[in-house]
Nanobody
Framework: QVQLVESGGGLVQPGGSLRLSCAAS????????MGWYRQAPGKEREMVAE??????????EYGDSVKGRTTFSRNNDKNTVYLQMDTLKPEDTAVYYC?????????WGQGTQVTVSS
């Protein structure tokens, strides 16, 4: 059983920045996939950023709606991944979920609300 604990959400003005953190209870080297999804009211959950394949040289993919404004990073020693979001827009408002695929099972964090509003 993998526990994922997110932090860092909140209210931010348009054009601002925010960094989300997700701490895993297992080594992130054991995760085949790990990253961030989001879900806005009335919309389907969408991938924001995620790395594929465990290991140092994993491939990271970004959702089209956040490319160029978002940076995914990881701290292997802390079993933590991060999502740095810049130039935030009102349409980035959503609940952001940490996700991991570990030994064939999907795990989700509890979600953290990000609201972009003036």
């Amino acid at each position: 059983q993998v526990q994922l604990v997110e932090s860092g959400g909140g209210l931010v003005q348009p054009g601002g920045s925010l960094r989300l953190s997700c701490a895993a209870s297992e080594s992130i080297f054991t995760m085949y996939r790990m990253g961030w999804y989001r879900q806005a009211p009335g919309k389907e959950r969408e991938m924001v950023a995620e790395f594929f394949e465990g290991g140092v040289a994993g491939l990271t993919e970004y959702g089209d709606s956040v490319k160029g404004r978002t940076t995914f990073s990881r701290n292997n020693d802390k079993n933590t991944v991060y999502l740095q979001m810049d130039t935030l827009k009102p349409e980035d408002t959503a609940v952001y979920y940490c996700h991991a695929l570990h030994r064939g099972r999907d795990y989700w964090g509890q979600g953290t609300q990000v609201t972009v509003s003036s």
